[in-house]
């Protein structure tokens, strides 16, 4: 009996991805076990096994399509002997109920008509405007169908921005449907004195035809991070508190480190990690996540560091940070951090965390606050180090600060939490030796 694959779900935030690549062909033996395909997910690159042994039939989603949708077939697998000739129903019917990747768009840089938009035009009004003729007509019919005026949604905005009855503009696509060429056109000869609208329009790039600019279709990984930031930003009541740690003595003793014991490259931030999973092991309750029914406090101190990538950015997770030391984490931050650029992340190695570290102070940011990185109770942000002035025993002298701002969801983490953390944290940095310990 022919078996579908399906599109697989590789992490909690997935609803769609992008098949890379097929590793196998049509007509290609699999056995239980071996990779059939590359999935380009929110996070990273994956391959997908097969779980049944048999013959690749067809393959229904081709390489390089983008959108998939979890759990739509993307191939037919059969058994010994079962022919693909002897299943076409079965293919036909996949195919037409298969997601929206596989469906060409009807037009060019605009939106699937979803439901045509009824509009009320004001036919009493003598147009006087010297538009085109082939663009603008008096007569309704080649447009509507039952009262609903048949325009592309991109049409439509741009109308009303431009303030064009709809109802009096002969469309040029199928079957009358007015098009954004349609549009252009009027506003290049003229705009009717008849038009009406109900409310300002606040102006967008997209509705707007003399704006240069280029349209980059968001991403799976910039959909997620766009929508768990503003579930964040929504939801979790943010605080800040911020410090100005010293860092003069944390950068003798790097130094110092990477110099006397070979091949160990300590960083800034593998010092920072280190810090602040000592400080969550001295304030524990400041490793917690808020629920509607209880206030979790975790056990493991697992830190994600954003990492940037191509596209946008992602978390790897120092697992158990608390118990490793300064070499161990370095170690594990360099590859999980080459492994993120190259979209190579498992993801149990992304999923998860307690705690979010941000550092921007490679790229010379002095100071900044980070969006809390759900359902995690905090982030640290990290800026870069400057010499500033500071006054030390009634004397004016110069020292390198570091600012770092914490950023609390404050229905799990106090203010007076907060500000322990920080003094351990800042204690840390400062006396860089006692983290060594």
Known sequence: MPIQILMPALSPTMTEGNLVAWLKEEGDNVVAGEVLAEIETDKATMEVEAVDEGVLGKILVPSGTEGVSVNAPIAILLEEGEDVSSIKADIQSTVSTNPKSLQMPHEENESPVKEDVLITSDTSRNDKNGLNPKNFSTSLSTNRDNGRIKASPLARRMAKHAELDLAKIVGSGPNGRIIKADIDQLLSDGK????????????????????????????????????????????????????????????????????????????????????????????????????????????????????????????????????????????????LANRAREGKLLPEEYQGGTFSISNLGMYGVKEFSAVINPPQGAILAVGAGEERPIIKDGAVSAATLMTCTLSVDHRVVDGAVGARFLSVFKGLIEDPLTMLL
């Open 192 to 335: 009717p004195s008849g038009a009406v609208v109900s409310k300002p329009v606040l102006e967008r790039p997209d509705t707007l035809s003399n704006v240069n600019y280029d349209a980059i279709p968001n991403n799976g990984m910039r959909k997620v991070i766009a929508s768990r930031l503003s579930e964040s930003k929504q939801t979790a009541p943010h605080f800040y508190m911020t410090v100005d740690c010293n860092i003069d003595a944390l950068n003798l003793v790097r130094k110092e480190l990477n110099e006397k014991v070979e091949g160990t490259k300590i960083s800034v931030n593998d010092l920072i990690i280190r810090a602040a999973a000592i400080a969550l092991k001295r304030v524990p309750e400041a490793n917690a996540s808020w629920t509607e029914d209880a206030t979790l406090l975790y056990k493991s101190i697992d830190i994600s560091v954003a990492v940037a990538i191509d596209g946008g950015l992602v978390t790897p997770i120092i697992k158990n940070a608390g118990a490793k030391g300064l070499q161990q984490i370095s170690s594990e931050m360099k590859d």
